[in-house]
């Protein structure tokens, strides 16, 4: 089974609309991340949690939210969708001090969003 | 703040070599990685390298570290089709409670 899964892994909506895209790890992984990727940029980074109690903004969370519902869980929130938020959505998770690694990142199979 | 910059794309033709090559901005960053994302799949770890290293082999796979420069290569030998995907050079910045910074990635083709 996957480590790190996503659901759902394809979504078409209508502008507005309210959904959200959910994150689950069995990697025991105490940090968590949400990035969408476009073609030609890359990843860019919307939120991340370094556990439960914390939520940090990335370098686009406008127009999204998120909720660490417990440690093995992170969802991303798009309140109202807009055509621009069409992309590819990963997440991530990583373990804070494991020897050896770093801040190693696993990413899930993604969510391809379309937004109409 | 930090930056990772690599090329947008790369051709070679199968059997050669690849050197995807990645510049970074933070002379202490402590873990520099390799990611590979096949088409349609999620990114995987290729490799890392710790920063007080400055080569890795790993099969097929050569890391290089030039940190004066801050220059991280991948090199990879005898390329086959499969090696076709998007190679993504990552940091991670000696901050402490800093995310990875990631490059946009360099698609590599691979021609038969």
């Known amino acids: 089974d996957a480590d790190v899964t996503q659901t759902p892994r394809n979504r078409i909506t209508k502008t507005g609309k309210r959904i959200m895209l959910e994150c689950s790890q069995t990697?025991?992984?105490?940090?968590m991340y949400w990035y969408r990727q476009d073609p030609g940029l890359g990843l860019r980074l919307i939120y991340y949690s370094f556990d439960v109690k914390d939520i940090n903004k990335g370098e686009i969370s406008d127009g999204y939210s998120v909720s660490r519902q417990a440690q093995a869980k992170f969802s991303l929130s798009l309140e109202s969708a807009i055509p621009n938020q069409t992309a590819l959505y990963f997440c991530a998770t990583s373990a804070y001090g494991l020897a050896g690694e770093g801040e190693t990142q696993y990413f899930g199979p993604g969510t391809r969003l379309l937004v109409l | 703040g930090e930056d990772v910059e690599q090329s947008l794309f790369l051709s070679v033709r199968e059997g050669d070599s690849s050197v995807i090559n990645c510049t970074y901005t933070d002379s202490s960053s402590t873990y520099l990685y390799w990611y590979k994302q096949e088409p349609g799949a999620g990114l995987q770890l290729l490799t890392y390298i710790f920063s007080n290293m400055d080569m890795k082999q790993d099969q097929r796979l050569t890391v290089l570290l030039n940190k004066k420069d801050k220059h991280l290569s991948l090199r990879i030998a005898d390329t086959q089709t499969g090696d076709s995907a998007i190679y993504f050079c990552?940091?991670?910045?000696?901050?402490?409670?800093?995310?990875?910074?990631f490059g946009k990635g360099t698609r590599l083709s691979v021609i038969a």
């Open positions: 990697k025991g992984h105490d940090r």
């Open positions: 990552a940091e991670r910045p000696n901050s402490g409670n800093t995310p990875l910074v």
